[in-house]
């Protein structure tokens, strides 16, 4: 089974820009979350999709948003990119929604974002 | 909120060594997964605890949950330098909108 794939894996932008990372979960999952990692604040949790709703959301600015397609596939937007956003942003797929300890979550490699 | 703090932040070990690191919840813990993570890349699942007094073991590698003292132990046996990295623990919230919450990470050197 393949895993969860992100695209892109690197990417720079400046600040103003937006930018959509890409998440393909692992065939069969229905929920995909979206975590941003920085040295400062550690891993973060952003929001979960599931059937293509979201269904949990952390504590971000609206500038952050995402949404799913009917393939499970999902999509993260960031919005007028300021300095602080560079991190590594990643996505984990599990099968079901919900904080159950038996909805493990699959890891993704991340996408690595510099704004400038 | 819930939050887990982790012990140490970082840890640097002679291969061959045994180690241990602890990760520790501010409120009830319902289960508890630990991940690794090569610098800038994924995390990698690693074990699953379900309930207190769960004890797992993968390889060299033994996890225990202790749900009393809200708290969970990955301890390495034999140290390789395969074994760098950053350690992750992360639990499900006992209630709230967060999917999972993680600790700050310990990094893991193996000096040969």
């Known amino acids: 089974k393949a895993g969860v794939t992100q695209t892109p894996r690197y990417l720079i932008k400046t600040r103003g820009q937006q930018v959509t990372l890409s998440c393909s979960p692992i065939?069969?999952?229905?929920?995909v979350s979206w975590y941003q990692q920085t040295p400062g604040q550690g891993l973060q949790f952003l929001f979960e999709?599931?059937?293509?709703?979201?269904?949990n959301k952390g504590n971000f600015p609206g500038r952050f948003s995402g949404r799913q397609f009917s393939n499970s596939r999902s999509e993260m937007n960031v919005s007028t990119l300021e300095l602080g956003d560079s991190a590594l942003y990643l996505c984990?797929?599990?099968?079901?929604?919900?904080?159950?300890?038996?909805?493990?979550?699959?890891f993704g490699p991340g996408t690595r974002l510099t704004v400038l | 909120s819930q939050e887990l703090e982790q012990s140490p932040q970082s840890l640097i070990v002679q291969e061959g060594k045994n180690l241990t690191i602890n990760c520790t919840s501010s409120?009830?813990?319902?289960?508890l997964y630990w991940y690794k993570q090569k610098y800038g890349e994924g995390l990698i699942f690693l074990m699953m605890?379900?309930?207190?007094?769960e004890e797992k073991s993968h390889e060299k590698i033994t996890a225990k949950l202790d749900e009393k003292k809200q708290q969970s132990s990955l301890h390495i046996t034999a140290s390789q330098p395969s074994h760098a990295g950053i350690y992750l623990c992360?639990?499900?919230?006992?209630?709230?909108?967060?999917?999972?919450?993680f600790g700050q990470g310990t990094r893991l050197t193996i000096n040969p």
């Open positions: 992360g639990a499900p919230p006992p209630q709230g909108a967060q999917k999972l919450v």
């Open positions: 065939s069969g999952h229905r929920s």
């Open positions: 984990a797929s599990s099968l079901g929604s919900g904080t159950s300890i038996y909805n493990e979550q699959f």
């Open positions: 605890l379900q309930k207190g007094g």
């Open positions: 409120k009830t813990l319902y289960g």
């Open positions: 999709y599931f059937s293509e709703t979201q269904r």
